[in-house]
């Protein structure tokens, strides 16, 4: 009786922490408020949320259970089944390379706003935005910031201490979700704020384009960590009695949640204080302070909220450079230490450029937008949903669904409600065929319009 020697994790709360630490991070923060904000609101939550459920929680189960089966990580579960789909992985590879390199540039504007806490927030809009402009186009500064969150990430994978960051991050994970529970009420209670929620609740599904489609589609793979193989090799470490239906509809329910309370409490406070609420990456940024400034103590609020964000946005960058460091190592023989260090040095250097087109190389445009959007619009919109819709065909059809399902069941001795209704509808036509629509809508093929 040979056991499968990979590790597993010693139970299912230590796969709902680390996917979920994965999952829960600037993309709940930081970008989901933002696409809000720049399609039309209410109709892009509601998009959203349809195609959390829809798309997100089918792919998600998907991936768990292509990863338990095969025990590999991305390219490795490919081929595994086929050889010749190997290339396939390869996709998820580049998208979080991609991500990882302005993602680390995010991770750390948190530190720099951690900071500037202790010296006050500015609760005047146009100074906030002013500071968050200056900041984020120096030269200099954001990239020192950039340095101490990529290091970070690169330390602690090097070390193989990422067990232990999640383990201590998702304690502090409680502390981040009562903090963001008391901004939202701050924010709802803010004098105007009400013409905020009625942007963001109230929907007018006139203003959904193709556009809004994808960006929504591509915040479901961004923010569920699905497409690069984040929670597919999770996936390979949870354990064969475990409950893949259960584990794989808690984590995208707490993810979901956070965004939605993340724009409870910035779109009110973007109305009561006169905030754009399209201008994009800044949102979060430049809004939060203002809602700091509104509250007693807002500044150790503010300087926890930016301190626990961190945390967050560090377990995720951990599951965003490993699955690239593990595929230099298992595909390429690199040892641990050279991928991580050299793979980690690179997606910095690629960050430096992004963080650089904030600012004194905002004039080169990659297809009309700076390069930092471009990796920002390029990876979550294009390359996650492509590697989804790659996935979820591969799982479908090429390793089957009745095998999918076999193991999302464990040999069917768990009940899974709408298991059938996953394997023989869902993941095999449902998924594969909304995500086409959504390409061929905001490309234009098909009009969205009602
Ligand atoms: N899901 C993370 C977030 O929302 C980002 C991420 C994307 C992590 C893809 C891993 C893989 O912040």
Redesign the pocket.
């Known amino acids: 009786m040979e056991q499968q020697s990979r590790e597993t994790f010693g139970s299912q709360v230590g796969f709902v922490f680390a996917a979920a630490g994965?999952?829960?991070?600037?993309?709940?923060i930081w970008?989901f408020p933002y696409l809000a904000g720049m399609y039309g609101g209410a109709a892009f939550l509601f998009v959203y949320l349809a195609i959390v459920v829809v798309v997100g929680v089918v792919c998600f189960i998907g991936e768990v259970s292509f990863g338990r089966h095969t025990r590999q990580s991305n390219v490795g579960a490919f081929k595994s089944i086929n050889k010749a789909w190997a290339p396939a992985g390869l996709i998820g590879i580049l998208a979080?390379f991609m991500?990882l390199s302005f993602?680390s540039v995010v991770g750390g504007w948190t530190i720099r706003y951690f900071f500037q806490a202790f010296s006050g927030f500015f609760a005047d809009p146009v100074a906030s935005g002013d500071f968050f402009g200056a900041f984020i186009s120096d030269p200099l500064m954001p990239i020192i910031y950039h340095a101490l969150f990529m290091g970070a990430t690169i330390w602690i994978v090097y070390n193989g201490i990422q067990d232990g960051i999640e383990k201590y991050s998702n304690i502090m994970m409680p502390a981040l979700f009562v903090l963001i529970l008391i901004l939202v009420v701050r924010s709802l209670t803010l004098p105007g704020g009400q013409e905020g929620l009625a942007f963001y609740l109230k929907p007018d599904f006139s203003k959904i384009t193709g556009e809004t489609l994808l960006a929504a589609l591509g915040q479901v793979f961004?923010?569920?960590?699905l497409g690069?193989g984040?929670i597919l090799t999770y996936g390979s470490y949870l354990g064969k009695d475990e409950n893949i239906p259960n584990v794989s509809t808690i984590v995208p329910f707490m993810d979901t949640l956070i965004a939605f309370m993340a724009g409870l409490i910035i779109f009110p406070a973007v109305f009561a204080y006169g905030f754009e609420p399209g201008q994009g990456g800044g949102l979060a940024f430049v809004t939060l302070p203002a809602v700091f400034s509104a509250m007693p103590a807002g500044n150790l609020f503010g300087a926890a909220f930016f301190f626990l964000l961190f945390l967050a946005?560090l377990t995720?960058a951990i599951?965003?450079l490993e699955p690239v460091a593990a595929y230099m190592m298992e595909e390429h023989g690199w040892t641990r230490n050279k991928a991580v260090l050299i793979m980690g040095s690179i997606i910095f250097l690629v960050g430096v450029v992004a963080s650089l087109s904030n600012g004194a190389w905002s004039h080169i445009s990659f297809f009309g937008d700076n390069f930092f959007d471009f990796l920002d619009n390029t990876s979550g919109n294009i390359l996650?949903p492509v590697s989804g819709l790659v996935t979820s065909i591969f799982i479908a059809w090429v390793w089957g669904s009745e095998h999918a399902l076999k193991e999302a069941t464990n040999d069917g001795t768990i009940t899974f409600a709408w298991g059938k209704l996953w394997a023989n509808v869902l993941i095999k036509y449902v998924a594969p065929i909304l995500i086409t629509l959504v390409f061929l809508s905001s490309i234009g093929i098909i009009p969205v319009g009602i």
């Open positions: 994965s999952a829960i991070g600037l993309g709940n970008r979080g991500i993602y961004f923010t569920l960590s690069m984040s946005a995720s599951s965003l996650l």
